[in-house]
């Protein structure tokens, strides 16, 4: 099982072949996508055919909901880190997402999560 970031959603939805190759070597058949993510990657739609190409490549993943305790994990880092790092908001739930469920985050983007402790970056 792995969450994915929202950069590896957009290289699959391009067609990045690299992608492809990469995730058939995860060998899970099970793959989520934070609720952050979903807004994240649907903002990209150009018009209303790319927002439904979006929702349909969207309904492959299993969606995680931001619960109270992700915005606890987010919102003690955003305090422990805004200072020093300067994260992202969407970056920082993200993380808060993959740490609650203990999943590895599948990203390209590792330097806007190496500084939360105990995340596994793949």
Same mark, same amino acid.
């Given at each position: 099982?792995?969450?994915?970031?929202?950069?590896?959603?957009?290289?699959?939805?391009?067609?990045?072949?690299?992608?492809?190759?990469?995730?058939?070597?995860?060998?899970?058949?099970?793959?989520?996508?934070?609720?952050?993510?979903?807004?994240?990657?649907?903002?990209?739609?150009?018009?209303?055919?790319?927002?439904?190409?979006?929702?349909?490549?969207?309904?492959?993943?299993? #969606?995680? $909901?931001?619960? =109270? @305790?992700?915005?606890?994990?987010?919102?003690? %880092?955003?305090?422990?880190?805004? &200072?020093? #790092?300067? $994260?992202?908001? =969407? @970056?920082?739930?993200?993380?808060?997402?993959? %740490?609650?469920?203990?999943?590895? &985050?599948?990203?390209?983007?590792?330097?806007?999560?190496?500084?939360?402790?105990?995340?596994? %970056?793949?």
């Amino acid at each position: 099982m792995v969450i994915f970031d929202t950069n590896i959603l957009i290289e699959l939805y391009r067609g990045n072949l690299t992608v492809k190759d990469e995730i058939q070597q995860l060998r899970s058949n099970v793959f989520y996508i934070s609720s952050i993510t979903v807004a994240e990657f649907m903002v990209g739609a150009r018009d209303k055919a790319d927002l439904k190409r979006i929702e349909k490549q969207l309904s492959k993943y299993t #969606h995680i $909901p931001i619960n =109270a @305790d992700i915005t606890d994990i987010f919102l003690d %880092l955003f305090r422990t880190h805004t &200072l020093s #790092h300067r $994260p992202g908001i =969407a @970056d920082t739930l993200i993380a808060a997402t993959a %740490l609650y469920y203990h999943l590895p &985050l599948y990203t390209y983007n590792k330097k806007h999560f190496q500084f939360v402790p105990g995340i596994e %970056l793949i």
